[in-house]
T-cell receptor, first 115, second 113 residues
């Protein structure tokens, strides 16, 4: 069965510092992985997705993630944090590789950025 | 613009009352989903539908019901059997391909009066 674990419910960084949000997954099939961002009282916005085309995936707003099969990880990074990056971030995996299957979400990581 | 519209944005439920949350999409996506979000819990799947007139229970379907009479619409009813309905509810859609992302509405926040 598929599952997702996000390490660290809260991460704090200074503006300009490296952002690293950790995600480990468990999947019995080649996984489809996603990172989403959520601002308060809003829906989720897709940051990036991994669908086996390339292990280093670039997304919006300067974020990227690297798929490491040996470590079953899909960590999200950004070289330099901006105040506007403060939000909640979710890692998700498809439940299977069939069409129309739902996502399984991690519990989320809240990113705080200080000036 | 194509998108997903959830209404209302805020909803209050009285004891013993059923309430219905609306989700409408004009993305022409086949699949639609309802998730419940609680602080520190991530998103949990309530119901999903892959085609019109068909839907399946998710992980936490008890106390909820849905219908899918039109491709564009997937309303969620929170019944009086749901004893802890206070949460943020999110509707999502996607195309019929597993490697494509889900698109989300802006959510409905449900509270108990």
């Amino acid at each position: 069965a598929q599952s997702v674990t996000q390490l660290g419910s809260h991460v704090s960084v200074s503006e300009g510092a490296l952002v690293l949000l950790r995600c480990n997954y468990s999947s019995s099939v080649p996984p489809y992985l996603f990172w989403y961002v959520q601002y308060p009282n809003q829906g989720l916005q897709l940051l990036l997705k991994y669908t086996s085309a390339a292990t280093l995936v670039k997304g919006i707003n300067g974020f990227e993630a690297e798929f490491k099969k040996s470590e079953t990880s899909f960590h999200l990074t950004k070289p330099s944090a901006h105040m506007s990056d403060a939000a909640e971030y979710f890692c998700a995996v498809r439940r299977g590789n069939q069409a129309g299957t739902a996502l399984i979400f991690g519990k989320g990581t809240t990113l705080s950025v200080s000036s | 613009d194509g998108g997903i519209t959830q209404s209302p944005k805020y909803l209050f439920r009285k004891e013993g009352q059923n309430v219905t949350l609306s989700c409408e999409q004009n993305l022409n996506h086949d699949a639609m989903y309802w998730y419940r979000q609680d602080p520190g819990q991530g998103l949990r799947l309530i119901y999903y539908s892959q085609i019109v007139n068909d839907f399946q229970k998710g992980d936490i379907a008890e106390g909820y019901s849905v219908s899918r009479e039109k491709k564009e619409s997937f309303p969620l009813t929170v019944t009086s059997a749901q004893k802890n309905p206070t949460a943020f509810y999110l509707c999502a859609t996607d195309r019929d391909y597993s490697n494509q992302p889900q698109h989300f509405g802006d959510g409905t926040r449900l509270s108990i009066l």
